[in-house]
């Protein structure tokens, strides 16, 4: 099953915006904090040319870098459509 995947640091103002966004189109996500967690550290570097550029979201094969709540949206419309808010 997919899941959209949410990469996040404390205190990134972007990812507060993102976050805020996805909420608010009601699109459930797990978040994870690459500070914590040195796998979620790497999943990041490895998708966005060795930085650790947050937010990154992940769905399905999809990777996307500072994406707009409308592109995460977009990417799970084609990689786990089921996964899309009703409405």
Known sequence: MSEVVFYTRPG???CTMLRADLQRRGLAFRERDIWEDPDAAAAVRAAAGGN????TVNV???WMVNPS???V???V???APELLPEG
């Open 69 to 71: 709540g409308k592109e």
């Open 12 to 14: 990134c103002p972007f």
């Open 60 to 62: 399905g094969s999809r």
């Open 77 to 79: 419309a084609d990689q």
């Open 73 to 75: 949206l977009a990417a």
């Open 52 to 55: 650790e550029t947050v937010p």
